[in-house]
Nanobody, 120 residues
Framework: QVQLVESGGGLVQAGGSLRLSCTASSQYTMAWFRQLPGKEREIVAGVSWHVNITFVTASLKGRFTISADSVKNTLYLQMNDLKPEDTAVYFC?????????????????WGQGTQVTVSS
């Protein structure tokens, strides 16, 4: 049973920062998605350990940074200059394939989600 353990969500004022962490029980292609109220789940950032590729959604570059610790099988999402429109549930996802994809459907495993709320 694959486990994804997320941490780091919470309430922050606009302009603040949060760092999300997700630890997997093994090395998989991993990504962060978010789901805004009333919206579809969308990719935020991801990493493929096997081909050493990282990805951050273009609209979030400059504010969001992804990093990874291959020894700990942990994915980090550093979120700076947060805005109220970043308020969402953030999900960690993993897939067995080494290919990093932006759609949620191909991901095999999901964390429980962590709420990020940005107040204005």
């Amino acid at each position: 049973q694959v486990q994804l353990v997320e941490s780091g969500g919470g309430l922050v004022q606009a302009g603040g920062s949060l760092r999300l962490s997700c630890t997997a029980s093994s090395q998989y292609t991993m990504a962060w998605f978010r789901q805004l109220p009333g919206k579809e789940r969308e990719i935020v950032a991801g990493v493929s350990w096997h081909v050493n590729i990282t990805f951050v959604t273009a609209s979030l570059k400059g504010r969001f940074t992804i990093s990874a610790d291959s020894v700990k099988n942990t994915l980090y999402l550093q979120m700076n200059d947060l805005k109220p429109e970043d308020t969402a549930v953030y999900f960690c996802a993993a897939r067995r394939s080494p290919r990093l994809v932006v759609l949620p459907t191909p991901y095999d495993y999901w964390g429980q989600g962590t709420q990020v709320t940005v107040s204005s």
